[in-house]
């Protein structure tokens, strides 16, 4: 199992918990004691955890979910790696929804990089703040509720924002997928406002890394076939990859 593999599940496993122990941990996910470990000094390093005797606690129990700022640090080249993929389906002069998932964040570096003629719009205050450099990107906010756990705008009046705008292309990051329960996350907020913003586009895809097809932490799902595609990257297990092939989910890795 790869290192960022290893610390999202201990992440969302302390999400889910607050509290971890080593022993049990390493033998449920069958690595050394010694690799989880090395795994909480590294994430305790990046104030995710704090270690215990035989141990770790979540430094975080106010919100669900991982905060940006730590999601931010995993997976950080299969995020670019799908940012490259999905860049591909934007055009001129595209009007594109965005999320405030870590994921986007990559794709909206892509667009300024690529100094490409679009309009954005999304909850994000960090693509945001990526965008507003270039002066070929047009950017609408869906202002409504701030959280700083996330960095963006959330709630009833940014829900009620996306009614003002319809999109050529959403791009969307859930917290998790499951082949048969559908897109996950454990905060139905955020379940709901990327939904919306793929029912107010005329195209969708979901930008989906390989740690997602293998966590089981989400609390409220919704359907796969709201989105038209499904990007992730080549760590995805075969197996996984081929059973959403076969159900006739349109889902790439290159």
């Known amino acids: 199992m790869l290192k960022e593999e290893r610390h999202n599940k201990i992440i969302k496993e302390l999400d889910r918990n607050h509290l971890l122990n080593l022993k049990e941990f390493a033998k449920k996910i069958n690595v050394s004691e010694e690799t989880i470990r090395k795994d909480f000094i590294a994430l305790e390093n990046l104030n995710v955890l704090k270690r215990t005797r035989g141990g770790a606690v ?3 129990e106010k919100y669900f979910g ?3 700022l730590v999601k ?15 860049i591909k ?3 001129t002069k595209d009007t594109i929804f965005v999320d405030n998932s870590t994921t986007c964040i990559e794709l909206a570096k892509l667009m300024v990089e690529k100094k490409l003629c679009v309009r954005i719009i999304t909850n994000s205050m960090d693509i945001a703040n990526i965008v507003c450099q270039s002066n070929n990107i047009e950017l609408f906010i869906l202002a ?17 924002n996306i009614e003002n705008y319809k ?3 959403a791009f969307v990051s859930f917290a998790t997928i499951n082949h048969d329960l559908g897109f996950g996350d454990n905060n139905f907020d955020n379940l709901l406002l990327r939904s919306k913003m793929i029912s107010r586009s005329d195209r969708s895809i979901a930008l989906m890394d390989y740690t997602k097809f293998s966590d089981d932490t989400a609390k409220f799902f919704c359907e796969t076939k709201l989105v038209d595609m499904i990007i992730t990257d080549q760590n995805i297990r075969d197996d996984i990859f081929r059973k959403f092939k076969k159900s006739g989910i349109r889902i790439i890795k290159e």
């Not at 931010?72 to 999905?86: D, H, S, T, V």
């Not at 409504?144 to 009620?160: R, W």
């Open 89 to 91: 389906y934007i055009h």
């Open 144 to 160: 409504g509720k701030y959280s700083k756990h996330s960095n963006s705008f959330m709630g009833a009046l940014t829900m009620n």
């Open 58 to 60: 979540s430094t975080d």
């Open 72 to 86: 931010k640090n995993l997976c950080k080249k299969e995020k670019q790696y799908i940012g490259k993929l999905a």
């Open 66 to 68: 991982i905060s940006n």
């Open 167 to 169: 999109s050529d292309i």
